[in-house]
């Protein structure tokens, strides 16, 4: 059996990473719209990011997990209005990519910088996806707009989990 740890990242320009050349690793750069089969039965799936990057589908034995990296339906205020519309309707047309599939958990952009359109991308993605499980990331260290959101959409608190570590805690 294959005991080396496997990661698969984005490329990010031409940046040499600190695995380089250790047989103990295993680097597997991922382009969007794209599936890697890893060797220990692992399908890793990719969605074009909107911003950087992509979005990860990492389906196991043990289960399916979506990871969004940077795509969200971002909503810059001050931006110009075809600026917004264009990443709202590129983040909704990855979604649906994925509409209707089922997900153990998924990793989701809760982006309090977005101001007053905080949660339009969360929202977008439970109204399409089955999901178990969603654990709010992007938030700043600002762990108020879980608890923001949980008030604002009741329906879904036993869905969201509450992310937020203190120092030297584990999730």
């Known amino acids: 059996m294959d005991e080396r740890q496997v990661f698969v990242c984005k490329l990010i320009g031409k940046k040499e990473l600190f695995y380089k050349g250790d047989e103990n690793y295993l680097l597997i750069y991922v382009y969007h719209d794209q599936t890697y089969n890893l060797d220990n039965g692992t399908q890793v799936d990719t969605l074009l990011s909107n911003d950087s990057g992509v979005a990860f589908i990492v389906k196991t034995k043990e289960g399916t997990i979506y990871h969004a990296g940077d795509l969200n339906d971002w909503y810059w205020d001050g931006e110009p209005k075809a600026d917004n519309q264009r990443l709202t309707s590129a983040y909704r047309a990855e979604i649906r990519k994925i509409k209707g599939m089922h997900f153990d958990a998924a990793f989701v952009p809760l982006d309090p910088r977005q101001g007053n359109h905080y949660a339009d991308g969360i929202l977008y ?12 990331m992007h938030y700043w260290n600002d762990a108020n707009v879980i608890k923001r959101f949980i008030t604002e959409y009741p329906q879904y608190k036993s869905r969201i989990k509450n992310t937020e570590c203190a120092k030297g805690e584990e999730l």
């Open 125 to 136: 993605f439970l109204k399409n996806v089955d999901c178990n499980v969603i654990f709010p």
